[in-house]
């Protein structure tokens, strides 16, 4: 962990104690949910037709950074028209919202063939991409993650593998992107990791002093 700089120095009675707290760019992004890819209930659901979307959490507030997600289809990704569009939701009575927190398309995604076969035919792909602005979260708080990928709804059968690691409530599927009308993908968690970097946050305190002179403490909740 970065280390914080204190400096303390008096001004007209007062004694100040102040820190250094380093940048956003000094922390390393954390692993913050991991759902590996482990095809349960056949080998996903298709993220060309609708916008899937699973349930996350964690333990502190973050910014996040990066996910990857794994596809499994037959056609090396020739219904893929390059386009992939990434939604944040907040939960909803156990669903997501129908408006979204965040919701960009993303224009520079990775796509690597893992060499695995799913079902013995379909193709293994990992997508990963990194947030095109900061998508600030809360800690302890529960989000969904959604994807879509194509300009269009035509199913194109690329489908977001499914993962035993469960967590939380099964995935839900937007039909033709309606956010009004989530409809739960029974007993199914979908695969996915999200990289995130913590967020800093600074509390002042002052306190009176033996000598009635004003301490003031700033420091880092990290």
Not at 192 to 203: C, D, G, H, L, S
């Amino acid at each position: 962990m970065p280390k914080l700089r204190l400096q303390s120095f008096f001004y007209s009675g007062i004694l100040l104690l102040s820190t250094s707290i380093p940048s956003a760019a000094q922390f390393q992004p954390l692993l913050i949910f991991n759902a590996p890819p482990t095809p349960v209930n056949g080998n996903g659901y298709d993220i060309t037709s609708d916008i899937m979307a699973d349930d996350f959490s964690f333990p502190q507030n973050v910014t996040l950074q990066t996910v990857s997600f794994w596809t499994t289809d037959q056609n090396n990704l020739s219904g893929w028209d390059g386009t992939l569009k990434y939604y944040i939701f907040a939960d909803i009575n156990g669903k997501p919202s129908s408006v979204p927190l965040y919701q960009a398309n993303v224009f520079n995604v990775s796509v690597k063939d893992t060499g695995k076969k799913v079902l013995q035919t379909f193709t293994e792909n990992q997508f990963s991409f990194t947030f095109p602005t900061p998508v600030k979260l809360k800690g302890n708080t529960k989000y969904w993650l959604g994807i879509h990928l194509n300009n269009t709804y035509v199913m194109k059968h690329i489908f977001w593998e499914t993962t035993d690691q469960a967590f939380g409530i099964p995935s839900y599927s937007a039909y033709q992107g309606n956010l009004n009308n989530w409809l739960l993908n029974y007993n199914s968690n979908l695969a996915f990791k999200i990289n995130a970097i913590p967020t800093q946050e600074r509390v002042a305190l002052r306190k009176q002093s033996a000598s009635n002179s004003q301490e003031l403490l700033v420091f880092s909740t990290k």
